[in-house]
């Protein structure tokens, strides 16, 4: 392993800890503010619907396949299909179509 | 006591370990695809513990950037752990200690805080360990996985892989938005503000990690300005 690969994977570490460190262990007060709690109970949702869309429909290389995944994702979780489930479900669909489409 | 609710919750983190071993080979596989060895990739899920962070860092790590350059960029996808670390100190027993909170802090992902944070009003450190064991080792062993069989698999399925990752996220946010219509509402305009970052000129331009903490901070403050959630009624959201 050479230094500068070392060198990327120690601060790697290092931002990934950090951020999930600080608050856990420096913020022990109970948070009164209504507004504050409520936004760190939407945050979650925010940040995972963010990342999701749009870039799910590239994250194949053909747009109207990963649309199609994206429905059946979208299905499968409206019906509280296991989240390994949809995630297996989905990658072999998408695999399956790319051969059709 | 504390035995049951560690096994309490290595039961409950089953779903989220079998949805990492599917991620995790799909990063095994994209990192071996970027020159990485086996060991690094294995030791890179090993030590982050990260979905998004890692295959931005993987990338960028492909196209030589600088050390600088990774610390900032993996630093600003995972600065939405800093609000779920925050959120979890809320549910915690206030007397728990600084070396539990330091060992915790390393497993606050996207799925496990989903997971612990559901049983809010229960979180102990035994029980959110419980969730983070299984997941752990499943993020390790899949990306080992990933990364060792790469140059079996048809470049198709490795294409196919790389929508796992959302497929996950979806599962994770769409049963509560189900249930609460504010989680919908959040979900919706979280989605919009995004699309509009993605696709408008000049907008476009700003770097993923910098466009995720905008799109969140604002949805969550305009959601908490309009639906604020007393405790009542998060017990009763909580309760499904």
Same mark, same amino acid.
């Given at each position: 392993?050479?230094?500068?690969?070392?060198?990327?994977?120690?601060?790697?570490?290092?931002?990934?800890?950090?951020?999930?460190?600080?608050?856990?262990?420096?913020?022990?007060?109970?948070?009164?503010?209504?507004?504050?709690?409520?936004?760190?109970?939407?945050?979650?949702? /925010? #940040?995972?619907?963010? *990342?999701? @869309?749009?870039?799910?429909?590239? $994250?194949?290389?053909? +747009? &109207?396949?990963? %649309?199609?995944?994206? /429905? #059946?994702?979208?299905? *499968?979780? @409206?019906?509280?299909?296991?989240? $390994?489930?949809?995630? +297996? &479900?989905?990658? %072999?669909?998408?695999?399956?179509?790319?051969?059709? *489409? | 006591?504390?035995?049951?609710?560690?096994?309490?919750?290595?039961?409950?983190?089953?779903?989220?370990?079998?949805?990492?071993?599917?991620?995790?080979?799909?990063?095994?596989?994209?990192?071996?695809?970027?020159?990485?060895?086996?060991?690094?990739?294995?030791?890179?899920?090993?030590?982050?513990?990260?979905?998004?962070?890692?295959?931005?860092?993987?990338?960028?790590?492909?196209?030589?950037?600088?050390?600088?350059?990774?610390?900032?960029?993996?630093?600003?996808?995972?600065?939405?752990?800093?609000?779920?670390?925050?959120?979890?100190?809320?549910?915690?027993?206030?007397?728990?200690?600084?070396?539990?909170?330091?060992?915790?802090?390393?497993?606050?992902?996207?799925?496990?805080?989903?997971?612990?944070?559901?049983?809010?009003?229960?979180?102990?450190?035994?029980?959110?360990?419980?969730?983070?064991?299984?997941?752990?080792?499943?993020?390790?062993?899949?990306?080992?996985?990933?990364?060792?069989?790469?140059?079996?698999?048809?470049?198709?399925?490795?294409?196919?892989?790389?929508?796992?990752?959302?497929?996950?996220?979806?599962?994770?946010?769409?049963?509560?938005?189900?249930?609460?219509?504010?989680?919908?509402?959040?979900?919706?305009?979280?989605?919009?503000?995004?699309?509009?970052?993605?696709?408008?000129?000049?907008?476009?331009?700003?770097?993923?990690?910098?466009?995720?903490?905008?799109?969140?901070?604002?949805?969550?403050?305009?959601?908490?300005?309009?639906?604020?959630?007393?405790?009542?009624?998060?017990?009763?959201?909580?309760?499904?």
């Amino acid at each position: 392993m050479n230094w500068n690969l070392l060198g990327s994977v120690l601060v790697m570490i290092v931002a990934s800890y950090l951020p999930r460190f600080i608050p856990l262990v420096f913020c022990r007060k109970k948070v009164k503010s209504v507004f504050l709690r409520s936004f760190l109970f939407y945050m979650p949702y /925010a #940040v995972l619907a963010g *990342l999701t @869309f749009p870039a799910i429909f590239y $994250a194949t290389d053909n +747009v &109207i396949v990963s %649309a199609i995944g994206t /429905a #059946v994702a979208l299905i *499968l979780s @409206f019906f509280r299909c296991n989240m $390994a489930l949809v995630a +297996v &479900i989905c990658v %072999a669909l998408v695999f399956g179509l790319s051969y059709v *489409l | 006591m504390k035995g049951k609710e560690y096994g309490k919750g290595v039961l409950d983190g089953i779903p989220v370990a079998l949805a990492y071993l599917a991620v995790s080979f799909t990063f095994g596989l994209s990192a071996a695809n970027f020159g990485l060895s086996p060991l690094v990739a294995t030791l890179i899920s090993a030590t982050n513990l990260t979905s998004a962070g890692q295959f931005a860092g993987i990338n960028l790590i492909a196209v030589s950037a600088s050390v600088v350059e990774i610390f900032f960029a993996v630093l600003i996808i995972n600065a939405r752990y800093l609000l779920m670390s925050l959120s979890l100190t809320q549910y915690l027993p206030e007397k728990t200690s600084v070396v539990k909170r330091l060992l915790m802090s390393f497993f606050v992902t996207d799925e496990i805080f989903a997971i612990t944070n559901a049983k809010a009003e229960k979180l102990t450190f035994a029980y959110f360990m419980g969730v983070a064991t299984l997941p752990y080792f499943a993020w390790a062993i899949g990306t080992l996985c990933g990364s060792l069989i790469t140059s079996i698999l048809p470049v198709t399925l490795q294409n196919a892989m790389n929508i796992a990752l959302y497929c996950m996220f979806i599962a994770i946010i769409l049963p509560p938005a189900k249930k609460s219509l504010p989680v919908a509402v959040c979900i919706g305009v979280a989605v919009g503000l995004s699309c509009l970052f993605y696709y408008t000129p000049y907008l476009k331009e700003i770097s993923m990690g910098i466009r995720i903490i905008i799109v969140s901070v604002v949805t969550s403050a305009v959601l908490a300005l309009i639906f604020p959630v007393d405790k009542k009624n998060q017990n009763k959201k909580e309760a499904n």
